[in-house]
């Protein structure tokens, strides 16, 4: 063995592309259009960064899907159009949008709009220009005070940005972005999302002077990771995000479906999603340097099939039931109490040999497998 062998810096690009060509290749398309309807509606109520609690109304209009869909635990292809010429058009977007805004009486109250593409609300290749603004002119005529989108940072460009933010008019605009985690082996490599950390940044910046609220998303134990090093990934984020000024995270508990890499790796006995006690120490470990939420969708989710972050029988639904009192109330007293079932948990360094070699190993196990 050569003694660049195991060498990350020399590994990481090899296994990038490894990665993420097997997460492409799983990817389904679909041979039938679906209905041109939103594929997923909720209400819940969400705490804003500054403590206030809010309805917030969770819509995910049926599209084309991601035009980037490299990464490795996400199954949003099987629910779209993804891959069909003509899967979805500007206007079958405007009239689902149109439709989601007009409020019914027995709707419940909502003063947060969360509008979700399974992709890049601002890929022009998802959401046509002149589709996104319009949207913005019917969010503004529709009573909502808050809109959420989600966003690669490469399409968030003030050029881009300006003209939606003038057409929501008093509506403040957040958007999310799925940083993912701050190491680029983790993110870039392991979870396999297009962000640079450049891209990230001047992302950030853009939102700021345009007067754009960040909403980052953080995974818990993303493929080929250990409960350990999953916390240290949280927390050394957490470090990056804060130096930045964010005030806010939203943390996101790996689940496991179908047509991914973790769903193959899992099948192989390589992967298991986090235990909900690693969750617990991860957000007991970050929640009083900025507002933490877990999104428990990944816990508990009806939106698609998955095998979900679990603990023991005795205790894993009042993990979860407390994980999101916690998400309401921010208040330390809300999180789960121990558990005899509790795992022991030794919380490791983010250790780049050791993580590029299992990740290797562990690809060689599906390659075997003839995945």
């Keep these: 063995m050569s003694e660049h062998a195991l060498d990350p810096v020399v590994q990481m690009p ?4 490894r990665i993420g060509d097997l997460s492409l290749r ?16 909720d209400y819940d109520s969400i705490r804003l960064p500054d403590g206030e609690l809010v309805g917030r109304k969770k819509v995910i209009i049926m599209s084309g899907g991601c035009s980037v869909p490299t990464c490795t635990m996400c199954p949003f292809t099987n629910f779209n159009n993804y891959g069909i010429d003509g899967g979805t058009s500007g206007e079958s977007l405007l009239d689902q ?13 909502y003063d947060v709009l969360s509008l979700y593409n399974d992709g890049s609300f601002f890929a022009p290749r998802e959401i046509p220009r002149n589709v996104q603004v319009e949207i913005a002119r019917l969010v503004a005529s529709a009573g909502v005070k808050r809109l959420v989108v989600e966003s690669l940072p490469q399409f968030v460009t003030a050029a881009v940005l300006a003209p939606f933010v003038k057409a929501l008019g008093d509506v403040r605009l957040e958007i999310g972005i799925g940083l993912q985690s701050a190491d680029e082996l983790v993110r870039e490599t392991l979870v396999n999302t297009r962000i640079s950390q450049k891209s990230f940044e001047r992302a950030l ?9 960040p909403k980052i998303y953080l995974m818990i134990k993303p493929p080929f990771v250990s409960e350990g ?7 050394e984020s957490v ?9 806010g995270v939203t943390l996101c508990p790996t689940r496991v479906s179908r047509n991914t890499v973790a769903w193959e790796l899992w099948q192989a006995g390589q992967y298991t999603p986090p235990n909900l006690w690693t969750v617990v120490e991860a ?6 340097r900025l507002a933490v939420r877990v999104a428990c969708v990944n816990l508990r989710g009806t939106d698609f099939e998955s095998v979900f972050p679990d603990a023991c029988p005795a205790c894993a639904d009042g993990v979860v039931d ?10 330390a007293a809300d999180l789960p109490a121990d558990c005899s079932c509790r795992p022991p948990l030794e919380v490791t360094a983010l250790d780049r040999a050791v993580i590029t070699a299992r990740a290797a190993q562990q690809l060689n196990v599906l390659e075997r497998a003839g995945v």
């Design 26 to 41: 799983l990817r389904t398309s679909g041979t039938q259009i679906r209905p041109a309807e939103p594929r997923f509606t």
């Design 322 to 331: 407390a994980l999101m009192r916690f998400g309401e109330s921010g208040a």
């Design 97 to 109: 949008v149109r439709r989601t805004l007009a409020r019914t009486e027995d709707e419940p109250a």
């Design 239 to 247: 470090d990056y995000l804060t130096g930045l000024g964010v005030r």
């Design 283 to 288: 957000v007991r470990r970050v929640h009083e």
């Design 205 to 213: 910046a853009v939102m700021s002077d345009l007067g754009v609220d």
């Design 14 to 17: 090899y296994l990038r592309r």
């Design 229 to 235: 090093e999953a916390v240290t990934d949280v927390v």
